[in-house]
């Protein structure tokens, strides 16, 4: 599977933005999707994940601030970003086709974009 992050950019807290993930070389296994992001100096870390049903789970730091979502296709996947925090800046990864499920970490993850920034500034 081979995924292509856009749309992140620089914006003040408070504010919005929404990234986006181009899906190619779809399998049954890419129906699992989700986003993780790495900020300097730090693990990677989930943000939200849809598994083959298309059930969004969140991380609780990003719960009633970011919505994933995907067509029914899966050959996109989206990321709404709301009221950003200087803390959401990061590296934000798109990820497919886990070797398990439910997944224990990042590495669980066969497929991975080149990433798209995001940087929010207080």
């Known amino acids: 599977v081979h995924l292509a992050e856009s749309g992140g950019g620089s914006v003040q807290a408070g504010g919005s933005l929404t990234l986006s993930c181009a899906v190619s070389?779809?399998?049954?296994?890419?129906?699992?999707l989700g986003w993780f992001r790495q900020a300097p100096g730090k693990q990677r870390e989930e943000v939200a994940t849809l598994d083959d049903e298309g059930r969004p789970s969140y991380a609780d730091s990003v719960k009633g601030r970011f919505t994933i979502s995907s067509d029914n296709s899966r050959t996109t996947l989206n990321l709404q970003m709301n009221d950003l925090k200087p803390e959401d800046t990061a590296m934000y990864y798109c990820?497919?086709?886990?070797?398990?499920?439910?997944?224990?970490?990042?590495?669980?993850?066969?497929?991975w974009g080149q990433g798209t920034q995001v940087t929010v500034s207080s």
């Open positions: 070389g779809y399998n049954e296994r890419s129906r699992f």
């Open positions: 990820t497919a086709d886990p070797w398990r499920w439910p997944f224990e970490r990042d590495t669980d993850w066969r497929d």
